[in-house]
Each structure stands twice: as C-alpha cells, then as structure tokens.
C-alpha cells in the first residue's frame, strides 16, 4: 500500500475516533441550548433550532455559590500543596541517599493511598478540630491529601535541571533556601506550572471527599452541586447538561490553553520522567 | 544551635514529613476503627479483633462488589492501554500529534462525576448512542444501557475507558518518541511493512509504557466511587456495585462506620499490590 | 554532593517568616469568612463521647464561645421542592406572628430524608455544633439520635400542649423512647395507598370483575394486574421506580401489611420473631409477598424502564396513562395537584388496604447543645399548635398529626384519610424512619432490587425467593435490628382498632 493510502486511513481513523470521542460534549453542548419542550421532543443529536439560553442561565444560578466555593477552597490548597511539595521535591531530587530514597518510596505511596481509608479518620479529624461545616475543612483535606503528590510530580522536573546552575550560585555564598528561590524556582518554573496544574485540576475534580465535607449548600463545592442537580426527582436535562459544562470550564479552558503544561505534569506524576 | 544542613533539612522536609506521617496515621486509625465496633451515630472504639472482617466474608455483597472490581480492572486497563498504544502510533505517524491528542485528552480533564452524567445523558433511551445506533441501521442493538442489569456494568467501563484514553494516549507517545530512530529506520529499510514494524520493533521498546500505565489504570478502577454514584447507585439491583460504594454506603447510609473502615482497608490492601511494585520500579530507574 | 554554604541570612528568615504569616492570614481569612455553624458552644463531654487520645482540648472553635448572639432559631430541613416550601413558611409565619423579633436562619438540605441531610446533622452533632432543631421523621431515624445522646427530651412541650390527649398511640411511641418524648411530630402521610387511571379501570371494568381496591388481598392484587396486562398491553399494569432503589421496598411494605396483617409486618420489621428458623409463621407471609414481587417482575408487570425512574416519573406513568396502578404513599397526591393532574379522569386513589394505615411523621426535635435552646421549644410549641398544624398540612398535601384539627382539605382524598387515621389499625412504615433500623432498611433495598433485577432475567421464582430470604436473614444479623428493638414491644407499635 502506498503511504498516502496509509497516510489517508490514518487520518480518517484518527478523525472517526475523534469524532466519536468528542460526541458527549457535543450532545451536551446542543441540548444545553435547546428549550424544554424541545429537549424531549427533539433528536438529540439534532442542534436546537432556536438557540435558548434560559437551562444555563438557573444552571449558573443554581451552581453558582458552589463554583466559586470550588475557587475558594482549590486556591489555597494548590497553593499550599504546591508550596510544601516543591521543597520537598527539589529536596529530594538533590540529594539521593539510602534516607531520601525511603522517604521518596513513603511519599510515593502515599501518593496512590486510595481515598476510602482516609475518608473516615480525616472526618474524625476535622470534626475533632471543630472545622466541620467550614472552607478550613476542605483545605486542611486536599492539602495533606495531594501534597505528596506535587512532591513526586515536581521532584521529576527538577531532577530534569543540571546542578550547575546552583553551584554558581552556592560559590557566590548563597543559602540553600535562596538558591531554591531565587536560581532554581524560575528556571524549574515549567514544571512548577506543571505541578500547580495538576494539583487544581485534582481538586477541582475531586468528589468522594467534597461529597463528604459539603456539610451545608453554603460551602458545598462543584461537584457535590452537579450530582445533585441530578436529584431524586425528574431531572431537566438541558439544565443539568449546562451546569455539567459550566462545572468543567476550568478544566477545559487549561487543558486547551495550557495543555503542554498538563501533559507534562501528567507524564512526570507517571514517573515517566520528563524527557 | 542547629547546623545549617539540618535547618536546611528541617525547611525543605519538614511540611512533607508532617503531611505523610499524618496520612500514615490516619491509616492506621482507620485500620484500628475497622477493628471497633462503632457502627451508630456515637463514636465507638472498642476493640473487637476481626469480627467485622469475619462479617464482611461472610457477606456475599463483598464478593459481588469485589467481583465487578476485578472485571472492571480488566476490561478497563487491557483495552485503555491497548487502544492508547495503537492510537498513539498512528498518531505520531501522522506528524499531527497536538490536535489530536488534545482532543483526546479533554476527557481526561473533566471529573469523573461530570463524565458519569454526560453519559448517563448519552445512554438514556433515546440519547445518542441509541439514535446513532439507529440511523445506522443497528437498531437492534439498542438497549436500556444503564438500566439492563447484564450490561450495565460494561456501560459504566466504557465511560471510564473514555476518560482515560488521553491519558494512555500521551503515556505511548512519550514512549514511542523516546525510541531510537534508528531502530525504526533499520526496519524500514528492511522493507518492514507498518505493522511489522509495529509488531516488531514499537511494542518491544514501549513495555516501559505498558508498565506505567497498566498500574496506575488498574488503581483507577480500584477506587471507582464517582461514576457509580452519579450514574447508577450501584444498580439496578447490585450490578454495578463496587467496593468503594459500598464502603461509601456502608459508613455513610448505614452508620456502620467500623465495617465501611473494614471495606476501605481492604480496598487499601489490595492496592498495596499494585502500589508498592510500581513505586520500587519506578524507584529504580530514576535512582540507578 | 554539593556543599551547602552560608549560615542562614536575613533573607531566609524573612521568607520563612511570609509563608508563615501567609498560613496564618489565610486561615485566620477563612475562619472568618465562614459560616454556616452557629456561634458554638464547646463540646460538652456527652454528647462527643470517645476514647481518643486528643480529647477535651476542643477549644479550637471557630469564633470566641460568646453567649449566643441575636436571638435566632437555627434550622435544618428538607423542604426544598414546590409545595413543600410554601408549607414550611407557613409555619414560619405563625411563628413570627407570635416572636417577632426572632431570625429563623433556615438551612434547606435538598435531597429528602438521604444520606446527605443526614451525614450534614450527623458532623454537626459529632462536632458539639448542632443547630436548634432539625427535621427527622420520627420512629427508628429518631431513636438513632437518641441513643446516640445527642438529644434532649420535650415531655414538657408534650405536657403543656396536651399531645398525648390528640395524637394516637402509635405516633406518641414513633416519638417516645426510654420513656421520654423527644420529637414533636407535625404531620402524618400515609404510606399505602394504591393510586390508579380511572379511565383505564373503567375500560376494562376492573371493579366490577375484582372489587374495590380497598378490599383486595394480594392475591387479587397479582390477578388485576394479570388481567390489565392481558387486555391492554401497551400499558403497564403496576408502575414502579428503582433508580433510588426505595420506591420498591415501599411497595413491599405495604404488600406485607396486605397480606400478613399488622402484627406479622411489625415483628419483621422489628425482628421480633425467630428469623433463623425458615419455618416461622412470619417467613410465610413475607415468603407469599416476595414471590409475588418476582411473578410480577418475570411476567413484565412492572414498567421496564425502573431503573431508570425517580418516584415522581413512576406516578406520572399512571396520570399519563401509562402504567395503570401504583402503590406509593400520599405525597404522590401532592405531585399529582402540582402538575394539574386531573382527580378522578386521570387519578384515584385508594387506602390499600384499608383497614390498616400505615403513618409516617415529620417531626422536629430539640439537640442537647442547642445554642437557643428556649427558642427553640417556642418552636417545637408552635409546630405542635393547631393553627400551624392546620396551615402547613393544607399546603403540603399531608394531614395534621394532631387528630382535633380538621382543615377544609380542597382535594378528595383527604378527608377519608383523615378519617382512617382515627380509625384504622395503625403501624410505623418502615421505610421511611418508622418502625425499623436503617441500617436493615438499606440492605432491604438492595436485596429487593437485586431479586427484581434476577427475575426479569428469568430467573426459577422459588431459587430466587429463597436466595432472598437468606439474605434477609444475614441483613437481619449483620444490621443487629433485633437489639436496636430490644425492650419494645409489638403492642407498642400498633394502635388497634
């Protein structure tokens, strides 16, 4: 077979699949904007015929307090997961001792600790701590949840970078903390995008733990809110399908416009390394 | 007082430190819980050995739920990896890669309970798949997916599969870029056609991938909660009961919070097995 | 390796010092952005009984513990959905009327009885910050919060608003445990009712053939639906929803009523009986009622598409003309009028059966740590007065728990209720918080289901059956319903009459 007939099948391949692959959001997308009587009466694949934005409109006010819930509470803990794993990480990547490649191996699993077994003696916790019912509850969780793994993620990254780079800087009498900073934080900063995306984007997805601590409407957070526009009476789908692709925007608009930074860090999280 | 290399120490591991011997005791409570007999809404805690265990043998929910786990590790990582693998090669083939593994990866992105009700949407009776299978003359094939207790399982896997095809997907393609060109020149010249070549020099150099991804997949569908919960309840009846819902059910539902801590040890367990391999081979390349 | 050089310089310092700080102002920020707990009182060593090691330090409570602020009545319920809001501020009218300078701060849980309110009451009891009262449905789900502790006894409300003189037996035992009150009950539903499309029984002339469905036993009940299925079979003849599984397990607790009679339905639900011996008189009937379930299912009687229904679209097959019967409780009635169904074209209703009715109570109680607590009795007074009794109940569609108020009912279907709950024989339903455990409860559901589901698929009714019945008796043991129970008796669950 000649190589354009391949090239051809490959790509009309490639194109099928990503066509069947992008179905659901097309579907959602079209019955988001048809009106009611049209979403049950209509083919569903079938684009409305008058573009009707009231299901996102009480989509958005019914989900709204919990997204910004969800903004609230993923900020922080990012921040703080990203802040206490980069250190480690970067320690870690320097320093290879029979000590750290234990503590690498603990991080390591607990990175992968399935989230049932902590579910009860972290509610126990937070309870205990009387935070139950508040935002400090959620950040406390995601972030001694996912901090070990935005050790693991980042320490790929800065495995990655020579060491030249802080030896110039130690020779000039820095500290380690400074060198951190100020010579390796910037040149590792793609991977620290990396890691900082793939921490929110956790979060931002993140149910068992948000179902459990969403004690209240008042700080439930996105994906408790969408479960629960499914409710357990009917169901109207144009509304339930806007607020699912209201709940995914973040995600979506960084996987689009920071993919690169995504692959990455997923690949790094994999301990693929980041060739 | 204390040395500059142990403050240094202390800044860049201490909160790490802290964060993980906090998760390993909270395993622990959670294991000793599971050994308690709190099962109300009072706190509870005491000792009763492995009662709760004997109990959740004796339980046939265990073996159905434990059951569908084990077919939904199969049929989710052998097929993900497998698709991702051959997906990724054409792909690159192509030269096109960033449009398409883009695509591919958007659900990967999205969470897992958006991507249950997508679905939920997508297999209801006349949704898309149905329609679609209809205008393609496969009418017959049409069914109540999620509702028909035989399939219904296979219906939620496949969600998950499309989830995490990206995510299989840009695993391959790292794995096929890392190969040396020149294995794949030497075929070619040889006169390999493609899928010689893809038999023969391309699966042998990604095994790397495979044992990447394999893991992390088959822990994926160890811990499935979301989608259960969202799309089916673990129904209809208790087909598409998992592990972690019935933990989920059992602590949170029924109040018995020792058997559902009894469940999520187990569940622990078992991905110890995986975990554990995958973390000392994965040590093991990058410490070398 | 390399060598790390330096002692530490200011710079370092005051790095470490930012991040600390930024912790603080951040957590220091959330705590004071929050708040959906009241202003809280520290956990007072009864009702957060452990064992653990951190213990009575509980101080880190969010706010200074202060007197309670304003004068406010914090609660919780779950009457989120048309109709049941209007009836909620119904009552909350009557109460301003009466303490007008108090703020009801309302915290509607959407979602029902479910495990979400739930495990929302449980972590503010578990962490000493209950608020003044929440909707519980009283019976079982009540006793829970009581032999947890958590809760604090109303004999005083009881007492002075003369309950015990206007509320029947078996409601007064849903709310009473260890000899004291601990709920004050604001409604009554009843749980079996049989609702079905006028124009479908009198097409096929079903009455006539059969009787009333009033006085049915389950045999006919398995006949008319044979029957419907034979001569019009493009509808379905019993409409039944299990996407949330419970719907079914209500229609085999009034099938058991039906057939067993109340005291069988009490002692299995309660597991007063020998449930390991398979020949016990209980078995039978609940054996009878299981295996009409399954003929049901692998004969096609029900809707196929039930697992795909909330219980709210079953009732809508029948006013559509879809499905011809439906067993569900009253709310039902409340749906129907909310959609503009007509009464009588294309519904009825029917007690089922009724010489037995079958109650469930909303009630609202009083937590131990209530931060008003005497607001919050003013509230259970008021719940418990004829004018809100009679306000709410008009709206919501239930009937007053109080058997001396008679509103004006605009609908049908009321009166006879009403009437019944004075003088039917009265039992607990047990799905909905009454007479059993949850814990037993939700292993119900998934074993019905589960028989459902084998049936369909064409299952031997007999093997399945009796696969069912192990599996009740293993739910039985591991759920421990008999020593929840343990102390009740049968009698004091059944009002005879």
């Given at each position: 077979?000649?190589?354009?007939?391949?090239?051809?099948?490959a790509?009309?391949?490639?194109?099928?699949?990503?066509?069947?692959?992008?179905?659901?959001?097309?579907?959602?997308?079209?019955?988001?904007?048809?009106?009611?009587?049209?979403?049950?009466?209509?083919?569903?694949?079938?684009?409305?015929?008058?573009?009707?934005?009231?299901?996102?409109?009480?989509?958005?006010?019914?989900?709204?307090?919990?997204?910004?819930?969800?903004?609230?509470?993923?900020?922080?803990?990012?921040?703080?997961?990203?802040?206490i794993?980069?250190?480690?990480g970067?320690?870690?990547?320097?320093?290879?001792?029979?000590?750290?490649?234990?503590?690498?191996?603990?991080?390591?699993?607990?990175?992968?600790?399935?989230?049932q077994?902590?579910?009860?003696?972290?509610?126990?916790?937070?309870?205990?701590?009387?935070?139950?019912?508040t935002?400090?509850s959620?950040?406390?969780?995601?972030?001694?949840?996912?901090?070990?793994?935005?050790?693991?993620?980042?320490?790929?990254?800065?495995?990655?970078?020579?060491?030249?780079?802080?030896?110039?800087?130690?020779?000039?009498g820095?500290?380690?903390?400074q060198?951190?900073?100020r010579?390796?934080?910037?040149?590792?900063?793609?991977g620290?995008?990396?890691?900082?995306?793939?921490?929110?984007?956790?979060?931002?997805?993140?149910?068992?733990?948000?179902?459990?601590?969403?004690?209240?409407?008042?700080?439930?957070?996105?994906?408790?809110?969408?479960?629960?526009?499914?409710?357990?009476?009917?169901?109207?789908?144009?509304?339930?399908?806007?607020?699912?692709?209201?709940?995914?925007?973040?995600?979506?608009?960084?996987?689009?416009?920071?993919?690169?930074?995504?692959?990455?860090?997923?690949?790094?999280?994999?301990?693929?390394g980041?060739? | 007082?204390?040395?500059?290399e142990?403050?240094?120490?202390?800044?860049?591991?201490?909160?790490?430190?802290?964060?993980?011997?906090?998760?390993?005791?909270?395993?622990?409570?959670?294991?000793?819980?599971?050994?308690?007999d709190?099962?109300?809404?009072?706190?509870?805690l005491?000792?009763?050995?492995?009662?709760?265990?004997?109990?959740?043998?004796?339980?046939?929910?265990?073996?159905?739920?434990?059951?569908n786990?084990?077919?939904?590790?199969?049929?989710?990582?052998?097929?993900?990896?497998?698709?991702?693998?051959?997906?990724?090669?054409?792909m690159?083939s192509?030269?096109?890669?960033?449009?398409?593994?883009?695509?591919?990866?958007?659900?990967?992105?999205?969470?897992?309970?958006?991507?249950?009700?997508?679905?939920?949407?997508m297999?209801?009776?006349?949704?898309?798949?149905?329609?679609?299978?209809?205008?393609?003359?496969?009418?017959?094939?049409?069914?109540?997916?999620?509702?028909?207790?035989?399939?219904?399982?296979?219906?939620l896997?496949?969600?998950?599969?499309?989830?995490?095809?990206g995510?299989?997907?840009i695993?391959?393609?790292a794995?096929?870029?890392g190969?040396?060109?020149?294995?794949?020149?030497?075929?070619?010249?040889?006169?390999?056609?493609?899928?010689?070549?893809?038999?023969?020099?391309?699966?042998?150099?990604?095994?790397?991938?495979?044992l990447v991804?394999?893991?992390?997949?088959?822990?994926?569908?160890?811990?499935?909660?979301?989608?259960?919960?969202?799309?089916?309840?673990?129904?209809?009846?208790?087909?598409?009961?998992?592990l972690?819902?019935?933990?989920?059910?059992?602590?949170?539902?029924?109040?018995?919070?020792?058997?559902?801590?009894?469940?999520a040890?187990?569940?622990?367990?078992?991905?110890?097995?995986?975990?554990?391999?995958?973390?000392?081979?994965a040590?093991?390349?990058?410490?070398? | 390796?390399?060598?790390?050089?330096?002692?530490?310089?200011?710079?370092?310092?005051?790095?470490?010092?930012?991040?600390?700080?930024?912790?603080?102002a951040?957590?220091?920020?959330?705590?004071?952005?929050?708040?959906?707990?009241p202003?809280?009182?520290?956990?007072?060593?009864?009702?957060?009984t452990?064992?653990?090691?951190?213990?009575?330090?509980?101080?880190?409570?969010?706010?200074?513990?202060?007197?309670?602020?304003?004068?406010?009545?914090?609660?919780?319920?779950?009457?989120?959905?048309g109709g049941?809001?209007?009836?909620?501020?119904?009552?909350?009218?009557?109460?301003?009327?009466?303490?007008?300078d108090?703020e009801?701060?309302?915290?509607?849980?959407?979602?029902?009885?479910?495990a979400?309110?739930?495990?929302?009451?449980?972590?503010?009891?578990?962490?000493?910050?209950?608020?003044?009262?929440?909707?519980?449905?009283?019976?079982?789900?009540?006793?829970?919060y009581?032999?947890?502790?958590?809760?604090?006894?109303?004999?005083?409300?009881?007492?002075?608003?003369?309950l015990?003189?206007?509320?029947?037996?078996?409601?007064?035992?849903?709310?009473?445990?260890?000899?004291h009150?601990?709920?004050?009950?604001?409604?009554?539903?009843?749980?079996?009712?049989?609702?079905?499309?006028p124009?479908?029984?009198?097409?096929?002339?079903?009455?006539?053939?059969?009787?009333?469905?009033?006085?049915?036993?389950?045999?006919?009940?398995?006949?008319?639906?044979?029957?419907?299925?034979?001569?019009?079979p493009?509808?379905?003849?019993?409409?039944?929803?299990?996407?949330?599984?419970?719907?079914?397990?209500?229609?085999?607790?009034?099938?058991?009523?039906?057939?067993?009679?109340?005291?069988?339905?009490?002692?299995?639900?309660?597991?007063?009986?020998?449930?390991?011996?398979?020949?016990?008189?209980?078995?039978?009937?609940?054996?009878?009622?299981?295996?009409?379930?399954a003929?049901?299912?692998?004969?096609?009687?029900?809707?196929?598409?039930h697992?795909?229904?909330?219980?709210?679209?079953a009732?809508?097959?029948?006013?559509?003309?879809?499905a011809?019967?439906y067993?569900?409780?009253?709310?039902?009635a409340?749906?129907?009028?909310?959609?503009?169904?007509?009464?009588?074209?294309?519904?009825?209703?029917?007690?089922?059966?009724?010489?037995?009715?079958?109650?469930?109570?909303?009630?609202?109680?009083?937590?131990?740590?209530?931060?008003?607590?005497?607001?919050a009795?003013?509230?259970l007074?008021v719940?418990?007065?004829?004018?809100?009794?009679?306000?709410?109940?008009?709206?919501?569609?239930?009937?007053?728990?109080?058997?001396?108020?008679?509103?004006?009912?605009?609908d049908?279907?009321?009166?006879?209720?009403?009437?019944?709950?004075?003088?039917?024989?009265?039992?607990?339903?047990?799905?909905?918080?009454?007479?059993?455990?949850?814990?037993?409860?939700?292993?119900?559901?998934?074993?019905?289901?589960?028989?459902?589901?084998?049936?369909?698929?064409?299952?031997?009714?007999?093997?399945?059956?009796?696969?069912?019945?192990?599996?009740?008796?293993?739910?039985?043991?591991?759920?421990?319903?008999?020593?929840?129970?343990?102390g009740?008796?049968?009698?004091?669950?059944?009002?005879?009459?």
């Amino acid at each position: 077979m000649s190589i354009n007939a391949k090239m051809a099948i490959a790509y009309a391949l490639l194109i099928f699949m990503s066509l069947f692959w992008m179905l659901p959001f097309y579907v959602a997308l079209v019955t988001s904007l048809k009106s009611h009587e049209e979403t049950y009466t209509t083919n569903v694949l079938q684009p409305p015929s008058t573009i009707d934005v009231t299901p996102w409109i009480s989509a958005w006010k019914s989900i709204e307090r919990a997204f910004f819930n969800s903004i609230i509470v993923s900020l922080p803990s990012t921040f703080l997961c990203v802040m206490i794993g980069t250190l480690a990480g970067y320690y870690l990547s320097r320093h290879v001792s029979r000590a750290t490649r234990t503590l690498f191996f603990l991080i390591a699993i607990a990175t992968f600790i399935p989230y049932q077994i902590l579910l009860i003696p972290m509610t126990m916790f937070l309870a205990h701590i009387g935070v139950m019912g508040t935002y400090l509850s959620f950040i406390i969780a995601y972030t001694i949840l996912l901090s070990p793994w935005a050790a693991l993620i980042s320490s790929a990254f800065f495995m990655a970078i020579p060491k030249e780079l802080e030896e110039a800087s130690y020779i000039d009498g820095a500290s380690a903390l400074q060198t951190f900073f100020r010579v390796v934080l910037p040149v590792a900063l793609p991977g620290i995008i990396s890691t900082t995306i793939i921490i929110f984007m956790s979060i931002w997805n993140e149910f068992l733990f948000a179902v459990t601590l969403s004690t209240s409407p008042l700080i439930r957070t996105i994906q408790p809110e969408v479960a629960n526009l499914r409710g357990t009476t009917t169901v109207a789908w144009n509304t339930l399908m806007a607020g699912s692709l209201i709940a995914i925007l973040p995600p979506l608009i960084i996987t689009l416009a920071l993919g690169r930074y995504f692959i990455s860090g997923l690949l790094a999280g994999a301990l693929r390394g980041t060739r | 007082m204390f040395s500059d290399e142990f403050r240094e120490k202390l800044i860049f591991l201490a909160p790490i430190l802290f964060v993980i011997s906090i998760l390993y005791v909270m395993i622990g409570i959670s294991i000793y819980v599971s050994m308690s007999d709190w099962r109300s809404y009072q706190i509870s805690l005491n000792f009763v050995g492995l009662r709760n265990y004997e109990a959740l043998f004796s339980n046939p929910r265990f073996y159905t739920a434990l059951k569908n786990n084990i077919i939904w590790i199969i049929l989710f990582m052998g097929p993900t990896s497998i698709l991702g693998l051959v997906i990724a090669y054409i792909m690159v083939s192509t030269g096109k890669e960033m449009i398409f593994r883009t695509i591919f990866l958007l659900p990967t992105a999205i969470s897992m309970t958006v991507a249950g009700t997508l679905w939920v949407w997508m297999y209801a009776e006349n949704g898309a798949i149905n329609t679609l299978l209809k205008a393609l003359n496969l009418g017959f094939l049409a069914r109540p997916w999620i509702s028909d207790p035989s399939i219904a399982l296979y219906a939620l896997i496949f969600v998950t599969i499309w989830q995490y095809l990206g995510f299989a997907i840009i695993i391959f393609e790292a794995a096929i870029k890392g190969i040396d060109p020149s294995l794949i020149e030497a075929a070619q010249i040889d006169g390999a056609s493609s899928f010689q070549i893809f038999w023969d020099v391309i699966v042998p150099q990604v095994r790397h991938g495979f044992l990447v991804a394999v893991p992390l997949l088959a822990l994926s569908a160890l811990k499935i909660f979301d989608i259960v919960y969202v799309a089916t309840r673990g129904g209809p009846g208790l087909a598409t009961d998992v592990l972690g819902y019935f933990m989920w059910e059992t602590a949170f539902w029924q109040r018995f919070m020792a058997d559902g801590a009894a469940i999520a040890t187990i569940i622990f367990a078992i991905s110890l097995g995986i975990v554990i391999p995958y973390a000392l081979i994965a040590l093991r390349r990058w410490f070398r | 390796m390399v060598a790390f050089r330096k002692a530490t310089s200011k710079t370092s310092a005051l790095i470490i010092a930012a991040i600390v700080l930024i912790i603080i102002a951040a957590i220091a920020g959330y705590y004071a952005g929050l708040s959906s707990a009241p202003s809280p009182t520290p956990a007072s060593p009864t009702t957060v009984t452990t064992v653990t090691t951190v213990t009575t330090v509980t101080t880190v409570s969010p706010t200074p513990t202060a007197t309670p602020v304003a004068k406010q009545l914090i609660i919780y319920h779950w009457w989120t959905a048309g109709g049941e809001k209007e009836a909620i501020d119904a009552v909350f009218k009557v109460f301003k009327e009466k303490y007008p300078d108090v703020e009801i701060v309302e915290n509607p849980v959407a979602g029902g009885a479910g495990a979400v309110m739930k495990a929302v009451i449980w972590g503010l009891l578990a962490s000493g910050t209950p608020p003044d009262t929440f909707q519980v449905h009283a019976g079982g789900e009540l006793k829970e919060y009581v032999d947890a502790g958590y809760l604090a006894p109303v004999d005083d409300v009881w007492k002075d608003m003369g309950l015990e003189e206007v509320i029947p037996s078996t409601l007064q035992a849903m709310c009473k445990f260890n000899g004291h009150y601990y709920a004050v009950p604001i409604n009554v539903h009843r749980s079996n009712v049989l609702w079905y499309n006028p124009k479908i029984f009198e097409e096929l002339g079903i009455i006539d053939k059969f009787g009333d469905p009033r006085t049915w036993d389950l045999n006919t009940f398995l006949e008319v639906a044979r029957y419907i299925k034979e001569n019009k079979p493009g509808v379905a003849p019993v409409a039944l929803a299990t996407r949330n599984k419970w719907p079914l397990t209500h229609l085999f607790e009034v099938l058991l009523v039906l057939h067993g009679g109340p005291e069988t339905y009490v002692k299995f639900w309660a597991g007063k009986f020998d449930y390991k011996n398979p020949d016990d008189p209980v078995w039978s009937a609940v054996r009878d009622v299981l295996k009409t379930i399954a003929i049901m299912a692998k004969e096609g009687l029900f809707n196929s598409n039930h697992p795909e229904l909330t219980w709210d679209q079953a009732a809508a097959l029948v006013y559509q003309g879809k499905a011809a019967m439906y067993v569900h409780g009253d709310w039902v009635a409340g749906y129907f009028m909310s959609v503009g169904a007509k009464y009588g074209e294309e519904w009825a209703a029917a007690p089922f059966p009724k010489s037995v009715f079958i109650l469930l109570s909303d009630s609202f109680n009083l937590p131990k740590d209530a931060p008003h607590p005497e607001i919050a009795v003013d509230w259970l007074k008021v719940v418990a007065s004829s004018e809100a009794q009679e306000n709410f109940n008009l709206i919501k569609g239930s009937i007053p728990a109080r058997t001396d108020v008679s509103p004006k009912y605009p609908d049908p279907y009321r009166p006879e209720t009403a009437e019944d709950f004075k003088k039917s024989t009265l039992v607990p339903s047990a799905v909905h918080g009454g007479i059993s455990k949850e814990a037993f409860v939700t292993e119900m559901h998934n074993i019905l289901t589960s028989l459902v589901t084998s049936a369909t698929a064409g299952a031997d009714v007999d093997t399945a059956v009796n696969a069912a019945i192990q599996q009740i008796m293993q739910a039985i043991d591991r759920s421990g319903v008999v020593s929840f129970w343990e102390g009740y008796t049968i009698d004091y669950f059944i009002t005879k009459r």
